[in-house]
């Protein structure tokens, strides 16, 4: 099973930035674009792994305190098109703590340093522009009160991701 270690979004966060892909896709932006129901922000990405219940006990484990998240701005990894979030303390500090707890009890993920951003667009490209036109960036913040363990499959329709 692919699995994966997320941040799902409220409305106030999922409206702003299903508003800026539409507004992209209206610009004539042109690439994968992540589906509503898909956006979220990853925490770690764990890959195939046979026991979901073996993570999810030791993500119990981890001391965890709601918090709050905001987003700020937008950028690109090669022709991934994201949004950020504004820095966060308390996102790093549980991050670091998940991480550790992931490597401690020997479930393998991807040791990459965490970045935090929304993939909105894959292979984004613009005419012949370098950049995507982002002339409002999305505004939004949530109070974070659960962290989501999620499996990944591939569908028929492109991929479908489910909170375990
Ligand atoms: P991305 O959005 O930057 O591609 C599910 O694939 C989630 O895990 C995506 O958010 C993806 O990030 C993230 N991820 C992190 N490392 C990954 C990896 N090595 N392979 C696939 N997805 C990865």
Do not use: C
């Amino acid at each position: 099973m692919r699995l994966f270690i997320a941040i799902r979004f409220e409305k106030s966060i999922l409206d702003p930035l299903i508003k800026l892909q539409d507004d992209l896709r209206k610009t004539g932006v042109k690439g994968n674009y992540t589906k509503h129901e898909n956006l979220h922000l990853t925490l770690a990405f764990i890959g195939e792994y046979k026991d979901p219940g073996e993570v999810l006990d030791v993500m119990e484990q981890i001391e965890f305190t709601p918090f709050e998240l905001e987003l700020d701005g937008v950028g690109s990894f090669g022709d991934i098109f994201w949004a950020g979030i504004s820095d966060n303390p308390s996102l790093t500090s549980y991050v670091k703590r998940l991480r550790h707890e992931l490597a401690e009890n020997g479930i393998p993920f991807d040791k990459k340093k965490f970045s935090p951003h929304i993939t909105l667009i894959r292979k984004a490209f613009y005419k012949d522009h370098k950049m995507i036109p982002v002339s409002d960036p999305p505004k939004g913040r949530m109070t974070v009160t659960g962290i989501s363990l999620m499996k990944s499959e591939r569908g028929k329709n492109g991929m479908i991701y489910t909170e375990l």
